[in-house]
């Protein structure tokens, strides 16, 4: 073999770069090292290089300055959903095969704002609306702003009195650009994480429950979730013979949202996904279970997801494993088989450590 040939043998199949798509959004100091660790692991999973931030040859001219830039096929890390399809189309964005995440043809399909019907069929509506989603989805009212994530932002109206109040209180300006979303308040709700990864031939999907805890300001936020992962989709989910009723609701309501973006929404894609499925019972005492919300991006939960396609991709007869992400502030104790994502002091937050945890058990089911 010539020193040419080698020298090209050698070379990766393709770059797997991080993104940040919109810098005030998900971009904080320990979010862009975060998602550099999982850009490292991906790029290993795929047998490409990792080669960093794409900063800011992030535009137009990247996908014909790519294969040269950063050899071969790029695979982009997006700090959020994309939002702009033009955009992910220059930057040679044109799958699910080209990111860990999403995109989506309009702004507000990345929001909680699809999951509302329009009040009458005269109704305003931006660009892109779909009018059958709602209707595909559907099943005291708590008051939330479509971009909050972790609960933030949120009040809950008792009457009709005090929803009119809450709602004059919301910004115009957020009100205008990107409306407000009513749902059923519940008592003491329980909320089940279902998702599912695919990055190459490699499909994973799961359902868990998310843990809270308290931040170095002792404010409760996001600890942490605790996943049930398994090979295939969301059918392959359904097929496990152990699933309680409540899970089984949870799974298939987030399998069939799932199906109705992409019937609603034809520009949309997704490599990532997760959904938060509520269950508890409401002021009348009645039952009731459905998708709170969506991610397509990077999130709390992909730490183990990584770590199962890891598992998956070393051990071709495993069908299932469990794994647990764990979110502790202040002076955490990390467990020395954990697989740490981030450990620092963030500017903004604090001390702070990040890690996930496998079960490495063999009769692990789904």
């Not at 919109?22 to 862009?32: K, L, M, N, T, V």
């Not at 809950?156 to 308040?185: I, W, Y």
């Amino acid at each position: 073999m010539t020193a040419a040939a080698a020298s090209l043998q050698s070379l990766p199949f393709g770059s797997v770069v991080t993104w940040d798509v919109e810098p005030g959004a998900y971009c904080s100091a320990h979010e862009r090292e975060t998602r550099a660790h999982f850009a490292r692991r991906l790029a290993t999973l795929k047998g490409y290089a990792y080669a960093g931030d794409c900063g800011g040859r992030a535009g137009p001219s990247l996908r014909a300055d790519a294969p040269r830039t950063y050899g071969g096929h790029v695979y982009f890390v997006p700090s959020g959903t994309v939002t702009d399809p033009v955009r992910a189309r220059a930057m040679g964005i044109a799958g699910a095969d080209d990111l860990f995440g999403g995109v989506v043809e309009f702004a507000f399909v990345a929001t909680k704002a699809i999951t509302h019907p329009l009040s009458d069929a005269g109704a305003a509506r931006p660009a892109g609306w779909s009018t059958h989603f709602g209707h595909a989805v559907a099943g005291a009212v708590r008051v939330k702003p479509v971009r909050a994530t972790g609960g933030r932002g949120q009040t809950v109206a008792h009457d009709t009195a005090e929803l009119d109040r809450q709602l004059e209180a919301l910004d115009a300006g957020e009100l205008a650009a990107h409306g407000v979303v009513l749902e059923e308040n519940l008592r003491d709700p329980d909320t089940f994480s279902v998702g599912q990864v695919v990055v190459d031939e490699l499909t994973v999907s799961y359902h868990g429950r998310q843990r809270m805890t308290r931040d170095n300001a002792g404010l409760a936020v996001y600890g942490g979730s605790d996943l049930m992962l398994a090979r295939g989709g969301f059918d392959d989910l359904l097929a496990a013979r152990d699933l309680s009723a409540p899970l089984r609701a949870a799974i298939d309501q987030a399998r069939r949202y799932h199906q109705a973006v992409r019937d609603g929404f034809p520009g949309f894609f997704s490599s990532r996904v997760n959904y938060d499925v509520a269950q508890g019972r409401n002021a009348a005492g009645h039952w009731r279970s459905g998708v709170l919300e969506q991610s397509w991006r990077v999130g709390g939960a992909t730490g183990a997801e990584i770590a199962a396609l890891e598992v998956f991709r070393r051990a071709p007869e495993r069908r299932a494993v469990r794994a647990s992400t764990f979110e502790v502030y202040g002076a955490a104790m990390v467990p020395p088989q954990a697989i740490v994502a981030y450990r620092g002091e963030d500017p903004e937050l604090g001390p702070l450590a990040k890690y996930a945890l496998i079960q490495n058990h063999d009769s692990d089911t789904t």
